[in-house]
DNA sequence: TAAATAGTGTCTCTAAGACAATATAGA
DNA sequence: TCTATATTGTCTTAGAGACACTATTTA
C-alpha cells in the first residue's frame, strides 16, 4: 500500500467462489455447477464469478448465491455467508491471474436448484463425490468442510443448516452429519438447553425427525451467536 | 468463474495489509508505517504492498514483512503469518479499486525495525495508540486484534510471541496482555504443562521474568499446534 | 526485612460422558 | 409385538477456578 503508482500495478482479475452446504438425507451437500468453458469444461465446480466494478466480495458472493439457487436476493440476503479465505496461486488458473475470495455458506434444505440461467446447470451433490473439481476447488472445498466443522464447536452455526423450526434431533444431526460422528442424546439435549440463547422453544404442535418415534417439540434459533462453554466434538482432535 | 471472457474483466489491484503484534513491557504492539504519498499522506498504515505478477498473497506478505522488519528472509520465512481475511469494499481506496488480503503475523519482542528502505519508516507502536490509520486499517486491526485474541484460546499460537526459550510467566504475560486479564499463576501453568506438545522443558539454567522474583524454568514451543480442551479467557465471552 | 515471582498442593463446583429408564410414535 | 425416537434422570470423572502455602530471588 506504500508504493503508489496508479496504472504501473499488475492487474488481476478477482472473483468469488461459493461451497454452499446443505444437509439432505442425512449426508453433507455441496451446490457445484457443470462448467461450459473451457477451460475444464464439463467438470464440476463450485459456484461463483467476477466481481462487477462496484461490488465487494461479500455483495458479489451474495448475489452469485442468488443467482445459482434460484432464491430471491431478499432471500439470500439474509443467510449465513461468511468469508473462507482468499485463494491466489499464480497458476491456479491456466489463463490469467485470478484472485479469488472464497464463501462458505449453510442453507437449510431446500428443492433443487430451479430458476434460468446459471441456476440450469446446479446440483446438490453428496460430498464424497465432490471430487476432481475445476481449478483449485478441492482444495477448496476441503478447506470449507473444515472450518465449518470447527465452528460448529464454538458458534450456534448449526441453526443455519435448519428449517425455521426445527427439533433437537434435526439440529444433533447437523453436527452429526458434518462432523461424520454419533453423539449422545440426552447429553446433546442438555448442551443445548443449557446454553442460553442458541435455541428457543416454539408452540405449536410436536413433529416426528424420522418418520418413527415419539414426536419432538419444535425451537427456533436463539440470538445468540457464540457458545460458550463450546461443544467439543468427541476424539478430541481432528487435523 | 463461469463467464469466462479473458480481457473483459474488471481489473483490480490486488495488495496485502500485515497486522504484525509483538508484546513488548507488557503491552501489545503493532508495526505501522508512515505514509509518504498521497493519499493520506502522513498517516500511519499497517504495512503492506502489491502482489508481484507471479506472486501469492502468502508470498507477498512474507517479502513484505521480511522488508518492513528488516529481517531476513530467511528469517521471516519461518514466522508465523495467517491469513486474516479479504477487504474490498469499492470505495476502500479513493482513487482505485483495491482488494486487500490481510494477514496477521506474530513476533517475539524485537529490536527496533532496522535495515534500509521501508524499514526506515516502521515503528513498533503500542495497540491504544494506533488509531486513525489509514484506509480501512483501523477496522482491519479491529479484525486482526479479535481474531488473535480467539486464537490465543484453541492453538498453541501464544508461543509465536515469545522467544526460542521463555518462562511460563512470559508465555503467561501473553495471554494476560492480549486479552487484556489478569490469570491465575497456578492454574495457568496447571493447564499449560497437562497439554500435551504445547511447551517442552529446556535443561539450561533458570531466568528471572520480571527482575524481581525467583529464576523461572525454561521451555521452549511444542509441537502440537491445537489446544484441546481450549484454554477460554475468564468471563466467558468478549463480542 | 519486604516485595515479587515461581512452584506445589488442595478443595470445590461445573460440565461432560456414560448410560439406565420411561414415553410415544410407526411398522 | 418390536423398533425407533424423545425425554428425564443419575452417576462418575475431568477439568477449571479459587486460594493457601512454600521457595527463591532483588531491593
Redesign the pocket.
Known sequence: MQRYDPGAFPPFAVTVDLAVFTVREGALHVLLVERGQEPYRGAWALPGGFLLPDESAETAARRELAEETGLSERTAAGLHLEQLRTYSEPDRDPRMRVVSVAFTALLPDLPEPRGGGDAARARWTPLGRATRLAFDHDRILADAHDRIGAKLEYTCLATAFCPPRF????L?QVYETVWGVE?????F???V??TPGFVEAVEGG?R??????????LYRAGSASALH??????EGRQP
Chains 1, 2 share one sequence.
Request: glycine letters at 12%.
Open positions: 427439533t433437537l434431533g434435526e444433533r453423539l449422545d442424546r440426552p447429553n439435549r442438555r448442551k438447553l443449557a410436536p416426528r425427525t424420522g418418520g418413527r418415534g415419539k414426536p419432538a417439540a462453554p463450546p461443544l467439543m466434538r468427541p
